[in-house]
T-cell receptor, first 115, second 115 residues
Framework: AQKVTQAQTEISVVEKEDVTLDCVYETRDTTYYLFWYKQPPSGELVFLIRRNSFDEQNEISGRYSWNFQKSTSSFNFTITASQVVDSAVYFCALSLWDSNYQLIWGAGTKLIIKP | DGGITQSPKYLFRKEGQNVTLSCEQNLNHDAMYWYRQDPGQGLRLIYYSQIVNDFQKGDIAEGYSVSREKKESFPLTVTSAQKNPTAFYLC??????????????FGDGTRLSIL
């Protein structure tokens, strides 16, 4: 069975702290894609990153970085020097080769950045 | 600018009434999706369409109906059979390339409440 687990329901940190959001996935497929989305209070989901199963290279984009480890089936997201504008719900999702374009979503992690 | 437009932003339904949520995209995407999001929870797929005049049920299709007469439009009707319609509804679209590697792009959502 395919599944995405975001065990952290809510995280609260003070501005400028670093924070890591965990994502663990389950699949027996060898070809798959992982995504992170951000949902600010306005409600729209914003695509952040896509990673395919053959590319374990970590990625950094400004204050955001992603750590993909197939050995532990994890695709964690770290925000460095967090800012109040980072406050949102973050979703991790999994897409399979034969998924018929459907995404398997995690439950989301609500991130609160306090000033 | 290309994007997805959902309307209305807020919608109220009376008992026994059918209501229709609009979703229009100008991204030239073939695939479109409808999700339901309940407070503090992740996204659940209602219906999806890979091409005009074709659509498939998602995980929670009961009480909902859709049509896909035009590539740009994918309206969702919440029927009176849906006994608990209060939720946040999100529409998305993507290029349906084989392999499921294309990210979905989302509209701003519609909040539906029962009067």
């Amino acid at each position: 069975a395919q599944k995405v687990t975001q065990a952290q329901t809510e995280i609260s940190v003070v501005e400028k702290e670093d924070v890591t959001l965990d994502c663990v996935y389950e699949t027996r497929d060898t070809t798959y894609y992982l995504f992170w989305y951000k949902q600010p209070p306005s409600g729209e989901l914003v695509f952040l990153i896509r990673r395919n199963s053959f590319d374990e290279q970590n990625e950094i984009s400004g204050r955001y970085s992603w750590n993909f480890q197939k050995s532990t089936s994890s695709f964690n997201f770290t925000i460095t020097a967090s800012q109040v504008v980072d406050s949102a719900v973050y979703f991790c999702a999994l897409s399979l080769w034969d998924s018929n374009y459907q995404l398997i979503w995690g439950a989301g992690t609500k991130l609160i950045i306090k000033p | 600018d290309g994007g997805i437009t959902q309307s209305p932003k807020y919608l109220f339904r009376k008992e026994g009434q059918n209501v229709t949520l609009s979703c229009e995209q100008n991204l030239n995407h073939d695939a479109m999706y409808w999700y339901r999001q309940d407070p503090g929870q992740g996204l659940r797929l209602i219906y999806y369409s890979q091409i005009v005049n074709d659509f498939q049920k998602g995980d929670i299709a009961e009480g909902y109906s859709v049509s896909r007469e035009k590539k740009e439009s994918f309206p969702l009707t919440v029927t009176s059979a849906q006994k608990n319609p209060t939720a946040f509804y999100l529409c998305a679209s993507s290029h349906p390339r084989a392999g499921g590697d294309q990210p979905q792009h989302f509209g701003d959502g519609t909040r539906l409440s029962i009067l």
